[in-house]
């Protein structure tokens, strides 16, 4: 297992759209080690493949307490979505910046596991945000583009400060 580089906003590639996932094979079994290993050293509870540079669409998730309950999604799609939640989220690709991002309150997705298999998952609360998170990462959308123009020309103004004094 490896520590991936996550891509930092306002890293052009983090606009890629990612490809579906022919085949789950080694190599995309290799990848979600990888990037599960970056999520939980990063921390964080969620990680698209979008954010370490490689445009396949695979995420990977875990939002519970003990850190011990991986979630992977391997070519997702929405088949429902119900309700309107506005957590406040934030993203390993935007360090230190949080704010709401209005989403679903609950949906219903289809994906492949790691071997493969499709499944179906009901998910509401967090998890639903996280995904949907996630999922507008192999879109190439990040969470402070839902922000006003006025709200993310701030953002970046302050995030190049950052990345500036840590120089
Ligand atoms: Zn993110």
Redesign the pocket.
């Known amino acids: 297992m490896a520590i991936l580089k996550i891509l930092q906003y306002p890293d052009e590639k983090l606009h890629t759209v990612a490809a579906p996932v022919g085949q789950v094979t080694d190599k995309i079994r290799t990848l979600i080690n990888d990037m599960a290993e970056t999520m939980y050293a990063a921390p ?1 509870i ?3 493949a979008t ?1 370490v540079d490689v445009h396949e669409r695979v995420i990977v998730i875990d939002t519970s307490e003990a850190r011990n309950d991986l979630l992977v999604l391997i070519n997702p799609e929405i088949m429902a979505s119900n309700g309107i939640s506005d957590y406040e ?6 360090p230190g910046i949080y704010g709401k991002v209005q989403r679903a309150e609950s949906v219903t997705i289809r994906a492949l596991n790691a071997q493969g298999e499709s499944f179906v998952l009901d998910a509401d609360g967090l998890l639903a945000v996280c995904i949907q ?2 999922m ?2 192999l879109a190439g959308k ?2 402070i583009e839902y922000w006003s123009r006025l709200k993310q020309v701030r953002t970046l103004a302050k995030l190049k400060k950052k990345q500036r004094s840590t120089m």
Do not use: I, N, T, Y
């Open positions: 964080g969620g990680l698209a954010q989220e934030g993203c390993l690709s935007v998170h996630e507008d990462h990040v969470f």
